[in-house]
């Protein structure tokens, strides 16, 4: 089986990003070969990865295995606290290129901000070096919060997307108007929820329902029908294709409304300005 590629979207600097790609955290080397393997081979064409999963090899050899030219795959990962400098953005950069196998990446992030160690920005003027020494192709951020946002864009800097948790339960809707507002795409993190508490939602059955399909497609087309790059995990070949089946249906206003509904609290949240790594 194979499934349609996805319909990319623009960043701001002409760089095209599939809309839907391959979540691979908490997938270990062995795991990531094999499922971005039979990823690709569905018609997958965008991954998401980082240094702090431990599998960026992994998602290397995935790709070797696919055989896939390297420009038709669109390669997206994240460096650590550790390098929240001009030349530590260089070194991780250079470590992830050597762990991937790879000669660029297609989008690098700065995975956390870490306010307490305060060099996020630092972090993301080693990303625009890089970027303008074509080690990368686009720059980002990813967790990072208004008043994060609002310390680059004082210095002049403006990522290209910023990669945050949201689905149907976790709205965000104070950064989507941010992002609007500066041109910054949205990627969407665990957008599948947490366990399958969101799937079983009234809501998002009975939207399923009426139009055969699973919860899980409805909530990937709630995403990315906002214009919201998605990147699910999955290592089962058939989740794995159903959750790139999603561009062959539409949900209606009503039910796009319905869905922006189910926004709640979330008192086990990652918060952005505790955690991190
Ligand atoms: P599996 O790999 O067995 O498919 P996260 O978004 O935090 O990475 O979590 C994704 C979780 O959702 C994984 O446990 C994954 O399990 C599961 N999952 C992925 N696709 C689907 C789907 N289409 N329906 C239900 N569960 C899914």
Redesign the pocket.
Known sequence: MTVPLAPSLTLTNGVRVPLLGL?T?PMNDDEAAVTVAEALRLGYRHLDTAENYGNERGVGEGLRRAGLPREEVFITTKFNRQWHSVDGARQACEASLARLGVDYIDLLLVHWPNPDQGRYVEAFQGLVKLQEAGRVRAIGTSNFKPAHLQRLFDEGLVPHLNQIQLDPWHHRDDLLAIHHQKGITTGAW???G?G?AM?ADPVITAIATAHAR?P?QVVLRWIVQQGIIAT?????PL?LA??LDIFGFTLSPAEMAALDTLDRPDPDMLDADSFGH
Request: hydrophobic letters at 30%.
């Open positions: 979540g955290w665990r957008p599948l947490c399958n799937l699973t899980a699910p995990k999955s290592a089962n989740r159903q959750n």
